[in-house]
């Protein structure tokens, strides 16, 4: 994930950090192996407490910046993806993906006018050119009663009735990109765009570009890494963001589209996201994913960094082991540490009053301090409370569940 996905992601969970890359946040892995340990820290009053960490997010999968490392010391993309993803075979994936514009929240559709825009009603399927001498601000789609759908056009400062469809209507514009008007500004899109009937009944529109799977992949692989890494690394993430993106089309977020262009899913920017050097990569792998030895297409989890070990996830290929590659110097997550005190920890669980004590107890074994959090209970004055790793992590804006306390008197 590039430092601007980075930002985005962190967004919903702690502060931005420019120097970072982003993390797969939302997608799960298996329970936590669990090791118990006896960590203890006592809090005198005002006291400042360090807290020191490793990696940038679940740790999963292939690490962005352990992918820079490997390519830097010569290692093909084939080759990291192997070491991240030990036993995926190789196979293939073509076809197209829709994915729901969230940044597009109003529940209209608005397209700048262009040569060659179409209608399509999805009702009748029925294609109908747009004119040229109408709409010089813009064409829009939106709710038209029932399942329909109202077409219109902006002139003399207002929107101009043209037409109703029968069902869900969609622009096009015959291979070329279209400009969509979203929160915060216009970005261009190819493939289709569709104003989709969220659910039955719905007086909203979402949303979604249909667009092909490799021309998806140039909107996804310069937000989700630096397009200007080391060439292996960055044809290695976009193995990694094809696969992930096959692998979520088998399983339909909703009946309307694939998947988001969020952190939530992979960050999506459309055409007005290509670059040259990401899409030279895509270029280089075009169509190769993995797969669980020629089976299911595999989940090739990703994060920033791991911090010198992957964490193991829910499928056999995503295993915990050492990394050598993370700890490249370019890598500000591998290791890092923040200062907060005493009061950061009562504003985010007051019910304990006054933080006498912290009790790590249990890990998943794998590294320094005996690994990732996977349970911690503070306790106060007035009561305790017992939080997973993770819980910790977004209250107190960690960038993983790999950390570690120090407390001292202020």
């Known amino acids: 994930m590039s430092p601007r996905s980075t930002r985005a992601r962190l967004l919903a969970v702690l502060a931005a950090v420019a120097t970072g890359l982003g993390v797969m946040s939302v997608v799960s892995s298996s329970p936590a192996a669990a090791v118990p340990v006896n960590q203890t820290w006592t809090v005198p009053a005002n006291a400042a407490i360090t807290v020191d960490g490793r990696g940038f997010g679940h740790g999963t999968g292939m690490s962005q910046y352990g992918a820079l490392g490997a390519a830097r010391q010569g290692l093909a993309y084939n080759e990291i993806l192997r070491f991240y993803y030990p036993g995926v075979w190789a196979g293939t994936a073509t076809g197209t993906i829709s994915v729901r514009i969230t940044a597009d929240d109003d529940g209209d559709v608005i397209v700048e006018r262009r040569g060659g825009l179409t209608l399509i009603d999805r009702g009748t399927g029925k294609k109908t050119p747009i004119p040229q001498d109408l709409g010089t601000g813009g064409w829009r789609l939106s709710y038209g009663g029932s399942d329909t759908t109202i077409v219109s056009y902006y002139a003399n400062k207002k929107w101009n009735y043209w037409t109703r469809t029968q069902g869900e209507a969609v622009f096009y514009a015959n291979g070329g990109e279209m400009t969509l008007h979203r929160k915060g500004g216009t970005a261009k899109y190819r ?27 140039r909107g996804v692989v310069p937000k989700e890494m630096p397009s200007s890494w080391t060439p292996a690394a960055v044809q290695a993430q976009s193995v990694a963001a094809r696969t992930y ?20 899913c992979q960050v999506y920017g459309g055409y007005s996201a290509e670059e040259r050097g990401s899409n030279d990569a895509i270029d280089r792998t075009k169509g190769q994913i993995l797969t669980n030895k020629g089976q299911e297409i595999a989940f090739t989890q990703f994060s920033s960094s791991n911090g010198g070990w992957t ?9 915990a082991k050492q990394d050598p590659y993370d700890g490249n110097s370019s890598n500000k997550n591998h290791t890092w540490s923040v ?32 690994g990732r959090v996977n349970s911690v209970t503070f306790r106060g004055s007035a009561g305790s409370v017992t939080v997973t790793g993770a819980t910790v992590r977004s209250k107190l804006g960690l960038k993983s569940t790999w950390f570690n306390f120090r407390v001292a008197a202020r």
């Open 311 to 319: 964490n193991a996830g829910s499928k056999p290929y995503l295993v």
């Open 245 to 264: 993106a096959a692998q979520a089309r088998t399983t339909p977020q909703t009946r309307t589209y694939d998947l988001c262009d969020t952190t939530s």
């Open 191 to 217: 493939g289709t765009l569709r104003a989709t009937i969220p659910s039955p009944g719905s007086t909203r529109r979402d949303t979604v570009n249909a667009v092909t799977l490799e021309h998806y992949l």
């Open 339 to 370: 200062a907060i005190t005493d009061r950061t920890i009562e504003a985010a669980w007051p019910q304990i009053g006054n933080l006498t004590s912290i009790a790590v107890t249990d890990r998943n074994g794998k590294g320094e301090w005996s």
